[in-house]
């Protein structure tokens, strides 16, 4: 029998690889994922350069500080440019309404960026079983992600 992650085709294996990327949390963690998407990186970089790599990662998207590129949706879509906002209460109810919700184990708030990369891949794969999930995915797509990924992409850009 083949396991779900099998089943799954090479863009939804790259969006749940992206998820555990912005999800890690040491340099191994960040390791593990990034060689995943390149693999020829796992030669390339000394423990050093790896450590080095997590701090850079840091910066951007963990804290302590002022994060250089916050992984949040809320920042980009709230005014206050705050985490926690009324896009995260959107997200959780959109989320809601397909019977799913994120692991609050986890305490990554819902609109983080590994939650949105899950929720995209999730919702790709049903499609292919329910036709239902391509009118989904495209008002997710136009509604939620076309409104902050583009600027979240740019902070990255700038500050990377």
């Known amino acids: 029998m083949d396991s779900i992650y099998e089943s799954l085709t090479e863009l939804e294996k ?3 690889t ?7 949390h040491d340099s191994h963690s960040l390791k593990s994922a990034y060689v995943r998407l390149n693999p020829s ?3 390339n970089l000394t423990d050093r350069a790896w450590l080095e790599a997590e701090y850079d990662f840091n910066a951007l998207f963990v804290g302590p500080g002022k994060l250089l590129a916050a ?7 709230e005014e206050d440019a705050l985490v926690m906002g009324k896009a995260t209460l959107e997200i959780r109810d959109f989320m809601a309404a397909l019977g799913l919700s994120v692991n609050q184990e986890s305490n990554i708030p819902d609109d983080h960026i590994s939650c949105v990369l899950e929720l995209t891949t999730l919702l790709l794969a049903n499609t292919r079983q329910t036709s239902q999930y391509c009118s989904t995915l495209t008002q997710y797509i136009n509604n939620y992600l076309t409104k902050w990924v583009p600027l979240y992409i740019e902070k990255i850009k700038t500050h990377a």
């Open 14 to 16: 790259t969006g749940l």
């Open 18 to 24: 992206l998820r555990d990327f912005f999800n890690s």
């Open 41 to 43: 990186a796992a030669v």
């Open 71 to 77: 992984p949040f949706a809320s920042v980009y879509l």
